[in-house]
C-alpha cells in the first residue's frame, strides 16, 4: 500500500483549469510557473537543477520515485523546483544503490506534489495555451482563496532569478596544480558543468553571480564558463556587462543555457519568451559545422531571436534544433567565444554533446599558447 495515496490534492492554472489528484511530498501549497519535462529518467537532477527555480514540474513519464534518490546524483544541495506534477508516484524503490525514498526528501525538502491526475491531459493543455502560473494545494482552503493567491504571483517575463540562485561566495573545486584555472560566473550552475571542468585538469573558482569581471580576472583565469541558470535573461545585467568586458579582452568564452543567452545580449540579440519551453533528454539538435545530429538534454523557457541573431554579423550559428528551428549554438567570430543553448554536460545523459567542453579547453590552450610565442 502506497502510505501516501489518501489525501486529496488539486492542482489550479492561470486560465482556471483544475485537476485533481492526490498528494505527495509534503503537505501544503505553492506556486510558480507550469511546466513539463519529456525525460524518462533522471529526476532527482532534475529537481536540484538551478535553472528550475520559481517552477511547478509536470513529467510527461508516468513513473515517478520508483529508483529512489541517491546522494551523488544531486545537481544543488536542496531541491531547486516549486512543486511537482506526476501520474504514477511511488513511496517505494527498488535500486540497491539508493539512500532513501523520493516522498520522505520530498518531505525533508518541503516539496508540495500531486499525483494520479491525467498528465496527458495536462501537457496538452500546456503545450496549447502555453506557459502559465499554477498551484498545487493539499490544504483544506476555498477555491475562491485559492485563485486569490494565484493571481498574485509575477510573471516569470522580467524576473531575474539568476542571482537568487547563485552561490552566495566563491568556492574552489579541482587540483591547485591543474593546467587551466576557469573562472565559472555561477548564475545556477548545475555541479555536473563543474565535473565536467575538473574531470578536464581544470581548477575551477565558481563566483557568485554580480561578480565584476576585474574581481575574476584578478584570479588570473585561463577561460570563463557562463552557467545555466533561471529566469528571464534580459534583466541579468550585471552577467551582460561582465560578458562584454570578456568580449572585449578576447577572454576564452563558453556559455551554456542561460549563458548563451546572456552572451546574445551582449552582442546586441534581444531574447524571446518561449510559448511552453524545451524540457527533456531527447532534443534532437543539428550540429551545422559537422552536419551531425545530438540528442540532447535540455531546461529553457526563453531562448534568442532568431532573426536578430541572422542579421549580426559578429555571429556564426552553429547550431539549430530539429523540432522547431530554434538556435541552438552560436560563436563568435574571430574570437574565442561559444555558447549553445542546450547541456552538453547532461546528466544522467545522453552524452552527445561533451566534446564541447574539449573544444573549451583547445581554446584555453590556444590562448595560453599565443601567450607563450
Known amino acids: 500500500m502506497n502510505p501516501i495515496s489518501s489525501i486529496p490534492a488539486l492542482l489550479l492554472l492561470e486560465d482556471g483549469t483544475v485537476f485533481y489528484g492526490r498528494s505527495a511530498g509534503k503537505i501544503g501549497t ?11 529518467t533522471g529526476y532527482q537532477e532534475i529537481y536540484t537543477d538551478p535553472s528550475y527555480s520559481g517552477q511547478i514540474l509536470v513529467h510527461t513519464s508516468a513513473h515517478i520515485g ?11 544541495n536542496h531541491i531547486q523546483i516549486s512543486g511537482l506534477v506526476c501520474k ?5 524503490y527498488s535500486r540497491k544503490l539508493a539512500s532513501g525514498s523520493l516522498q520522505n526528501y520530498g518531505v525533508d525538502q518541503n516539496l508540495v506534489a500531486i499525483y494520479d491526475l491525467d498528465t496527458r491531459a495536462l501537457v496538452k493543455h500546456i503545450r496549447d495555451k502555453g506557459a ?18 494565484l493571481g498574485q504571483i509575477p510573471s516569470m517575463e522580467g524576473m531575474e532569478l539568476a542571482s537568487k540562485v547563485s552561490t552566495p561566495e566563491a568556492y574552489l573545486l579541482g587540483e591547485e596544480n591543474s593546467e587551466f584555472r576557469v573562472a565559472v560566473l555561477d548564475l545556477g550552475a548545475k555541479k555536473t558543468i563543474m565535473t565536467n571542468l575538473t574531470d578536464r585538469n581544470c581548477l575551477v573558482k565558481v563566483f557568485p553571480a554580480k561578480t565584476s569581471y576585474e574581481e ?3 584570479w588570473n583565469p585561463d577561460g570563463f564558463m557562463i552557467s545555466n541558470g533561471p529566469g528571464d535573461p534580459a534583466p541579468v545585467d550585471f552577467a551582460i556587462r561582465a560578458v562584454k568586458s570578456m568580449l572585449d579582452k578576447e577572454d576564452p568564452l563558453f556559455g551554456i543555457c542561460l549563458g548563451q543567452q546572456i552572451l546574445a545580449l551582449a552582442l546586441g540579440v534581444p531574447t524571446l519568451k518561449m510559448h511552453h519551453g524545451h524540457r527533456g533528454a531527447n532534443h534532437p539538435v543539428k550540429n551545422i ?13 526563453f531562448s534568442v531571436d532568431p532573426e536578430a541573431i541572422k542579421a549580426n554579423e559578429h555571429i556564426e550559428i552553429t547550431h539549430i534544433n530539429l523540432n522547431d528551428q530554434t538556435i541552438e549554438g552560436f560563436r563568435v567570430k574571430g574570437k574565442p567565444a561559444f555558447a549553445v543553448q542546450y547541456h552538453p554536460e ?19 590552450h590556444s590562448k595560453k599558447e599565443s601567450h607563450t610565442h
Open 30 to 40: 505553492t506556486t510558480g510557473e507550469i511546466c513539463f519535462n519529456t525525460g524518462m
Open 216 to 218: 575574476m580576472k584578478s
Open 132 to 149: 502559465m502560473n499554477a498551484l498545487i494545494s493539499s490544504e483544506d482552503i476555498p477555491m475562491e482563496q485559492l485563485k486569490e493567491m
Open 346 to 364: 547532461a546528466s544522467p545523459g545522453p552524452h552527445d554533446a561533451r566534446y564541447l567542453f574539449d573544444q573549451f579547453i583547445h581554446n584555453m
Open 88 to 92: 504514477n508516484f511511488s513511496a517505494t
Open 66 to 76: 520508483n529508483y529512489g534518490i541517491e546522494k551523488d546524483e544531486f545537481e544543488s
Open 289 to 301: 559545422i559537422t552536419n551531425r545530429c545530438e540528442i540532447t538534454t535540455q531546461n529553457h523557457g
